[in-house]
């Protein structure tokens, strides 16, 4: 599912819920740069559709374009301070920049206001691992 210039275009008049589920079909199939140009549009209409910036701060992580993804998660948190999906996503692009002890002070806060989340403490007892704490990962 890849679409022309032309489509591309015309998603400008779709509804938001049609191109949201058109740009994650699209990110989940490793389109992430068609996938960003249906979810901006979009956001630009629609600012406060925060699934749509999940996702597209998804598709810029996924990319390695951290800056962009940190971005649109700052929107979000700033709006939803504890959304669980945005500070799993922190953690995780902290993780793949390679510093893991970041990332295990961004899962504990996040910990902090989600306790029991099973994909947090998985990621957790991940980072712990990494970091040589074997106590702490046994305890997540």
């Not at 999940?54 to 993804?69: G, K, P, S, V």
């Amino acid at each position: 599912l890849l679409l022309s210039n032309s489509a591309f275009s015309q998603q400008t008049n779709l509804l938001p819920d049609t191109a949201y589920s058109m740009a994650r079909t699209l990110a989940f199939r490793g389109a992430w740069g068609e996938a960003q140009e249906v979810l901006v549009p979009l956001l630009q209409r629609e600012p406060a559709y925060a699934d749509a910036r999940l996702l597209l701060a998804r598709t810029y992580a996924w990319a390695a374009q951290y800056d962009e993804a940190l971005a649109h998660l700052d929107t979000v948190l700033s709006d939803w301070p504890h959304q669980v999906e945005a500070l799993a996503l922190q953690v995780e692009i902290a993780h793949w920049r390679g510093d893991a002890p970041r990332a295990l002070v961004l899962v504990e806060e996040a910990l902090a206001h989600h306790p029991g989340t099973t994909e947090l403490l998985l990621k957790k007892a991940r980072l712990c691992l990494q970091l040589a704490r074997y106590d702490e990962a046994l305890q997540a």
